[in-house]
């Protein structure tokens, strides 16, 4: 504030020197510490500093909640089938030394469906108000961290095996947790994948990872009660959340999209 500066010049002009004099005198103030309580009327408190993934993980969420218009729609798939194909894949899996789970038949199920429904695999240019749909599928693969999530990604999806899947998953997911991951393997994502059922739930309202239009949650693979043809049978499903943007996608076509998806799992010899 120049009117807070004392002048030295002809008639108390305020010179150069002046203004260079009252900066380096303010620089040297150093501003009170400030006092961080350590307890409140109901015991200790722990104070954890928000920074690194956590501190952009963070910023990513409050971009995508403030950007999309948020919308979970739930179904479920019959997940005997996959189960039955990877047990099958499991010996060849592991001589070329790959953990196979379910999240591989996943996204290549995933791929197919979106395939027939564009939409999903698409951003929103909200400045030039287009939808852009990406002619290719690179899959993000959500995976937790210590300290957040990181979502690096299967680049161009469509064109690799259920074990080539597998591997790269298991490679990005082993680089991540030894942050050792290439700036380039969290780009270029289309559609996201977040494996909540590796720890359980049955269902979840993923937040979409912005710019993109929608995400999906799988949940548990478990035994469950169902109805069929009258009468009560135990059933191996895989229950599923898909998060997507209204903006873009309605209702209607989420739920056709996800019918195909459960298609596409349920025939896994397919895609």
Same mark, same amino acid.
């Given at each position: 504030? =120049?009117?807070?500066?004392?002048?030295?010049?002809?008639?108390?002009? =305020?010179?150069? /020197?002046? %203004?260079?004099?009252?900066?380096?005198?303010?620089?040297? %103030?150093?501003?009170?510490?400030?006092?961080?309580? +350590?307890?409140? !009327?109901?015991?200790?408190?722990?104070?954890?500093?928000?920074?690194?993934?956590?501190?952009?993980?963070? +910023?990513?969420?409050?971009? $995508?909640?403030?950007?999309?218009?948020? %919308?979970?729609?739930?179904?479920?798939?019959d997940a005997a089938a996959i189960?039955?194909?990877?047990?099958?894949?499991?010996?060849?899996?592991?001589?070329?030394?790959?953990?196979?789970?379910?999240?591989?038949?996943?996204?290549?199920?995933?791929?197919?469906?979106?395939?027939?429904?564009?939409? !999903?695999?698409?951003?929103? /240019?909200?400045?030039?108000?287009?939808?852009?749909?990406?002619?290719?599928?690179?899959?993000?693969?959500?995976? /937790?961290?210590?300290?957040?999530?990181?979502?690096?990604? %299967?680049?161009?999806?469509?064109?690799? $095996?259920?074990?080539?899947?597998?591997?790269?998953?298991?490679?990005?997911?082993?680089?991540?947790?030894?942050?050792?991951?290439d700036l380039a393997d969290l780009?270029?994502?289309?559609? $996201? =994948?977040?494996?909540?059922?590796?720890?359980?739930?049955?269902?979840?309202?993923?937040?979409?990872?912005?710019?993109?239009?929608?995400?999906?949650?799988?949940?548990?693979?478990?035994?469950?009660?169902?109805v069929e043809n009258g009468a =009560?049978?135990?059933?191996?499903?895989?229950?599923? $959340? !898909?998060?997507?943007?209204?903006?873009?996608?309605?209702?209607?076509?989420?739920?056709?999209?996800? +019918? /195909?998806?459960?298609?596409?799992?349920?025939?896994?010899?397919?895609?």
């Open positions: 504030d =120049v009117g807070a500066v004392d002048g030295t010049g002809p008639g108390g002009r =305020v010179t150069e /020197d002046d %203004v260079r004099a009252a900066r380096d005198r303010a620089a040297r %103030v150093k501003p009170a510490p400030k006092v961080k309580a +350590k307890y409140d !009327l109901f015991g200790t408190l722990e104070r954890i500093p928000l920074r690194g993934i956590r501190r952009t993980t963070a +910023k990513k969420m409050r971009e $995508s909640v403030d950007h999309a218009a948020h %919308v979970t729609h739930c179904d479920e798939a189960a039955a194909r990877r047990e099958r894949m499991k010996a060849e899996a592991e001589a070329r030394g790959i953990r196979l789970t379910y999240l591989p038949f996943i996204v290549k199920a995933l791929v197919e469906a979106l395939k027939l429904h564009p939409t !999903l695999n698409a951003t929103l /240019d909200e400045d030039e108000g287009e939808i852009v749909v990406k002619k290719y599928y690179n899959i993000g693969i959500a995976v /937790d961290v210590p300290d957040g999530l990181i979502v690096p990604v %299967v680049k161009m999806a469509d064109e690799k $095996s259920v074990l080539e899947i597998a591997a790269e998953i298991q490679a990005l997911a082993k680089a991540a947790r030894e942050r050792t991951l780009k270029g994502g289309t559609f $996201s =994948v977040t494996n909540v059922g590796v720890i359980g739930g049955e269902a979840a309202t993923p937040i979409i990872n912005y710019p993109e239009v929608a995400i999906l949650a799988t949940m548990r693979i478990a035994e469950r009660a169902r =009560v049978v135990v059933k191996t499903t895989l229950p599923l $959340s !898909l998060s997507f943007d209204h903006r873009v996608v309605d209702g209607a076509e989420a739920a056709r999209f996800t +019918k /195909d998806l459960i298609r596409f799992l349920e025939a896994p010899e397919g895609p």
